[in-house]
């Protein structure tokens, strides 16, 4: 095909030493209620084309701001973005981002840009191959057998083709990340730009996704990813560490300046701490009727009625927890993670089966009875932090002991701040979310989830916006409760955070198989996660991929 023939032309063209970008001294100020705060200072760089550019840093950083300087998603306050297109002539000619009216960013963004956000943007009310194709359209070159074709060829590639046809609620958070990608490429863009494109997927699948970033470089793509998994940083081509809005250390191939006003790293603060010497203030050490589990499920099946016919999510399942145990549940995409979830914390109905929390069987109550039961002894800490955006995190936090009218009116305050405090949020509490990073509001939904203090605490990816530092000192958290018996289930990825829970549960299409800790009778072993060859780019065809 043309369009594919021309991505390999325009890979013999580029030059790792010529530049795509130019940043030159950018700042960036975002304006709230309580003054100015600086998310960028003075930063410059070059982004070289075909490169694999990682940017690495904490929580709060200013690395997401950065993403958005590169795509003229959001303007900045001073300085100049340059981007150098390719003329018919082969020659490279700059266009300054900052003097784009919205029309025209949105013209040369669906032109040169793809965008893979943190929490996917897909479109509920399209199946995935037509969620794929949405960048042609917006581009005005959409041709149904052309368009289709391709998006077919980059399910193949993200290993999601058998799903072409599904809505995004019938597959997991995972594999909405890797339609995600697969749109992002549907306009074959000289630069991707991806925010934590892995951090929802399982290292295997994430593995594989990084081997597709890879070898459209090694075809002249350009990618720029933000991440804070450390251990992908020998895998770029160059790394820019930055903090607190500077550039601090420049790593790989490429020059090694630091920013004006630089730091390092380790002497930073942690977005995260643990209050009072490490204890977990207003918290009282729980006491519970061990002759009933805390958690206990009994053949529950979950089967989703779709379009292309019935889905099983769940396949009998059998589960017990103990009070005050500290469990990891771990599997790949579309295992049944988050369906699990749900049913334990009565979001979502099983087909059948029982489900009893603390001796209650939670689907004889009514809908209102269940949210209420909810509220006062379950805990939930969403994967993208669901805080209301026009409360501040103090209010945020305080709501949970509203709604379930716990502790008394004038006591609400100072144990929601006790909460931030522990999280590290204090200085944040007057702050609405949108004016504090992305790591921030996971830290905020964290203390929000113990604000009435509940036995059961249900997290699902709870790091996964997280430092690898901030990560840590909230499994410190999650194991001080444990300790005061509250009992934990953290669905995660991050084999460093499994080794340290109690128990290691694997659940695997839709049955649990045997993990650290864990005896299963009858479970299928744990069919590991083996990627296919990545589709080749330059086929005009679907033909021949896993």
């Known amino acids: ?47 070289n084309k075909g490169e694999f550019l990682g940017i690495v840093g904490k929580s709060g950083a200013g690395k997401t701001t950065l993403l958005n300087m590169l795509s003229g998603v959001s303007r900045i306050t001073s300085g100049e973005v340059l981007f150098y297109a390719q003329n018919g002539d082969g020659r490279s000619h700059p266009i300054s981002i900052g003097e ?77 990340q890797r339609v995600a990608i697969a749109r992002a490429l549907m306009n074959d863009p000289a630069v991707i730009v991806a925010d934590e494109p892995t951090g929802s997927l399982d290292s295997a699948t994430a593995d594989t996704i990084f081997n597709i970033f890879a070898r459209l470089v090694e075809r002249g793509t350009t990618v720029v990813m933000v991440t804070h998994d450390t251990e992908m940083i020998p895998r770029f081509s160059r790394t820019l560490h930055i903090s607190d809005g500077e550039l601090v250390e420049k790593k790989g191939r490429g020059d ?15 977005t995260v701490v643990i209050s009072n010497n490490g204890q977990i203030a207003n918290l009282k050490t729980q006491t519970h009727d061990t002759s009933v589990p805390a958690i206990c499920l009994e053949n529950v099946v979950k089967t989703y009625h779709t379009p292309a016919g019935d889905f099983t999510a769940l396949k009998g399942i059998d589960l017990e927890i103990e009070y005050g145990q500290f469990v990891s549940l771990v599997g790949k995409s579309g295992s049944g993670k988050s369906t699990l979830l749900n049913m334990l914390t009565g979001i979502d109905h099983p087909t059948s089966g029982q489900v009893t929390i603390g001796g209650t069987d939670i689907y004889s109550l009514s809908e209102s009875q269940r949210a209420l039961w909810r509220g006062r002894h379950v805990g939930i800490v969403f994967q993208f932090f669901q805080l209301l955006p026009t409360l501040t995190l103090l209010e945020n936090t305080i709501l949970p002991m509203d709604y379930c009218n716990v502790y008394g009116y004038g006591e609400r305050p100072s144990r929601a701040l006790d909460l931030l405090k522990m999280v590290g949020l204090a200085d944040h509490a007057y702050d609405l979310p949108a004016n504090v990073s992305n790591g921030q509001q996971q830290a905020a939904a964290i203390a929000r989830s113990l604000a009435t203090d509940p036995p059961i605490i249900v997290a699902d990816e709870p790091t996964g916006n997280l430092d690898t530092r901030s990560a840590d000192v909230v499994v410190e958290v999650f194991q001080e409760l444990a300790n005061r018996g509250k009992t934990i289930l953290i669905v995660t990825h991050d084999p460093s955070l499994t080794s340290r829970t109690d128990r290691n549960i694997v659940i695997a299409d839709g049955l649990l198989v045997k993990g650290r800790g864990e005896e299963v009778k009858g479970g299928r072993g744990d069919e590991s996660f083996t990627p296919s060859p990545l589709h080749p780019l330059t086929s005009s065809s679907a033909k021949g991929a896993a």
């Open 100 to 176: 784009l009216n919205q029309d025209e960013l949105a013209v040369w963004r669906g032109q040169n840009m793809g965008i893979v956000y943190q929490s996917f943007e897909l479109l509920p009310q399209l199946d995935l191959i037509n969620n794929i194709m949405l960048p042609r359209e917006f581009a005005g070159q959409y041709q149904p057998g052309v368009s289709r074709e391709r998006a077919l060829e980059l399910l193949d590639m993200v290993e999601l083709r058998d799903h072409a046809y599904k809505i995004p609620a019938h597959v997991s958070g995972g594999q909405k």
């Open 256 to 270: 090694s300046r630091r920013g004006g006003g630089a730091r390092r790293e380790e002497e930073e603060k942690e």
């Open 1 to 47: 095909m043309i369009i594919l023939c021309a991505l390999c032309a325009f890979a013999v063209d580029f030059s790792m030493t010529e530049s795509i970008f130019q940043l030159k001294n950018v700042a960036k100020i975002y304006e709230t209620g309580a003054g100015g705060f600086t998310a960028l200072n003075g930063v410059t760089f070059d982004v």
